[in-house]
Antibody, heavy 123, light 106 residues
Framework: EVRLVQSGAEVKKPGESLKISCEGSGYTFTNFWVAWVRQMPGKGLEWMGIVYPDDSDTRYSPSFQGQITISVDKSINTAYLEWSGLKASDTAIYYC????????????????WGQGTMVTVSS | DIRMTQSPSTLSASAGDRVTITCRASQNVNNNLAWYQQKSGRAPRLLVH???SLKPGVPSRFSGSGSGTEFTLTISSLQPDDFATYYC?????????FGQGTKLEI
């Protein structure tokens, strides 16, 4: 069974840094893109970026480029999403999800999702 | 980025109704289009990929169609469990994008 398990909820102050994680299991983690998706309170889904675990190839949405860092440690089947200076507007649920296409040359649909990590940024 | 526009934003319907949600892309995405269902407080769930391929385990009352820039998700006979928010997503490029969502309510 494919599973993506995310780290727990976080409460941070503006300006603080944060790294959340997403551990994959039940499949060959290295050969499927992992995506990060934001959902602000009461709003829709926003594509943030993706990482290919085998070679750490990373692509960012223009809306998030420079604001976040996506990384991966394939030795422990874990992808990460990181901020160096959080803002109140980063308050949201963050989901990781697996692209269903085997290989790096294109994307597939997001067929398996993590449970989400709630990040609250407040002074 | 490719812009995805769903209509309607909200849809009121009753159990047993047939409903259709439309998704338009600002440029050709071929058939690289997925539909997701999201219930309150839950992660999204993939329903349809490649515009018209139902994910195994998804009830057959769901169907997707279209290619290029215009796509539809149809639910043939609404069940109480179907009241949720639905999103389309294009993945024709590495900068994928979602529609704004359609809330299906009773």
């Amino acid at each position: 069974e494919v599973r993506l398990v995310q780290s727990g909820a976080e409460v941070k102050k503006p300006g603080e840094s944060l790294k959340i994680s997403c551990e994959g299991s039940g499949y060959t983690f290295t050969n499927f893109w992992v995506a990060w998706v934001r959902q602000m309170p009461g709003k829709g889904l926003e594509w943030m970026g993706i990482v290919y675990p085998d070679d750490s190839d990373t692509r960012y949405s223009p809306s998030f480029q420079g604001q976040i860092t996506i990384s991966v440690d394939k030795s422990i089947n874990t992808a990460y999403l990181e901020w160096s200076g959080l803002k109140a507007s980063d308050t949201a649920i963050y989901y990781c999800a697996r692209s269903d296409f085997w290989g790096s040359y294109r994307l597939g649909a997001l067929d398996n999702w993590g449970q989400g990590t709630m990040v609250t940024v407040s002074s | 980025d490719i812009r995805m526009t769903q209509s309607p934003s909200t849809l009121s319907a009753s159990a047993g109704d047939r409903v259709t949600i439309t998704c338009r892309a600002s440029q050709n995405v071929n058939n690289n289009l997925a539909w997701y269902q999201q219930k309150s407080g839950r992660a999204p769930r993939l329903l349809v990929h490649k515009a018209s391929s139902l994910k195994p385990g998804v009830p057959s009352r769901f169907s997707g169609s279209g290619s290029g820039t215009e796509f539809t998700l149809t639910i043939s006979s609404l069940q109480p469990d179907d009241f949720a928010t639905y999103y389309c997503q294009q993945y024709n490029s590495f900068s994928a994008t979602f529609g704004q969502g359609t809330k299906l309510e009773i």
